[in-house]
């Protein structure tokens, strides 16, 4: 029998959760159906712009992610006292981004005066919406609805498209956060759709590599929802996806217990490695990461902490040393 979600994540144990959430029957979030004919590839753009979209208006971090053809994989981290913090109307800001909300809501945003009674209702109002802004649940609700309603409408039919709830998994130790991030990374890889870590579309490997990842260089995704109508609104900053140890620009942010260079050098041996029941790995004839990249250690740590400078053109052969 399944367990209540609030049993299942607790943020006493730990905020890093590994989650899945799966196509129902044939239906395919992406690629292509051989049954059909048809293709389904620009679905995977859907949800990658989404999860960028809803980390920036939730208090949900991600650390890595990967979009497959029936499922996807996050993990991510939950700061609830993050949205804690933010004023009322800041957390009205994030969610009429989504939603445009009762009429008294609207007529606030609108900057209509509000009497004593309204004033306080608003207040009631605003508490609801800064709960569920720190909600795994209501995030994932926030993701797979809209997903489901465009698959649905662009294939002419009704019904369930999600494939039950989502499933979440506890990581409790930085080991298993690492492993469960590089499981994620290497998700085309083991499935035979990528021959290699930085040639896998739609994940956050490729993202960090290609430095897309970062808050100046998400705004594309934003123009993108705006064109489907998925925001009313976007005012507020981009959240890169989750820094490494070598990354952090201030000290008491939450930081991966690792140092960028390290991980990737992670994901590509463990890639190297046959696993039953798994399709492919990374050939192990080919070069170290890095060295696929063109780059060593030291540029690699020159270009991932000055990267405007050096993806200035998207090429990552630039930031090679002369």
Known sequence: ?????????????????????????????????????????????????????????FSVTLCAYAVMSNHY?????LSPDESDRWTDDQVLEHWTTLFRGPLLVQRYRAGEPMSTAEAATLRDIAAVYRKRLGSLSWFMKCLNEPVARQANAEDGCTGHFWE??????????????????AYVDLNPVRAGIASTPERSEYTSIRARIE?????????????RLSERREVNHFDVPMRPLMRFADEAEDPV?????????????????????AVHGKRSRIDASLSPILARLGLSTEDWL?????????????????????
Do not use: N
């Not at 430095?211 to 123009?223: E, H, K, P």
């Not at 942010?253 to 890639?271: A, C, I, N, R, S």
């Open 1 to 57: 029998m399944p367990r209540a979600r609030k049993h299942l994540v607790c943020l006493s144990e730990t905020p890093y959760y590994h989650v899945t959430s799966r196509c129902v029957r044939r239906a395919f979030l992406c690629g292509f159906d051989r049954v059909s004919g048809r293709s389904y590839e620009h679905r995977r753009g859907w949800i990658e712009d989404r999860i960028r979209l809803l980390s920036s208006l």
């Open 73 to 77: 994989h996050l993990v991510v981290r």
């Open 164 to 181: 039950a709830r989502f499933h979440s998994q506890p990581l409790r130790s930085e080991a298993a956060l690492l492993t469960a991030m």
């Open 211 to 223: 430095g897309s990842y970062r808050a100046s260089t998400l705004r594309g995704a934003v123009s």
């Open 253 to 273: 942010e939450p930081m991966l217990p690792m140092k960028q260079h390290e991980y990737l050098k992670l994901v590509d041996q463990t890639g190297r490695i």
């Open 302 to 322: 020159r270009c991932s902490t000055a990267f405007r400078q050096y993806y200035r053109s998207g090429d990552l052969r630039i930031a090679r040393s002369a």
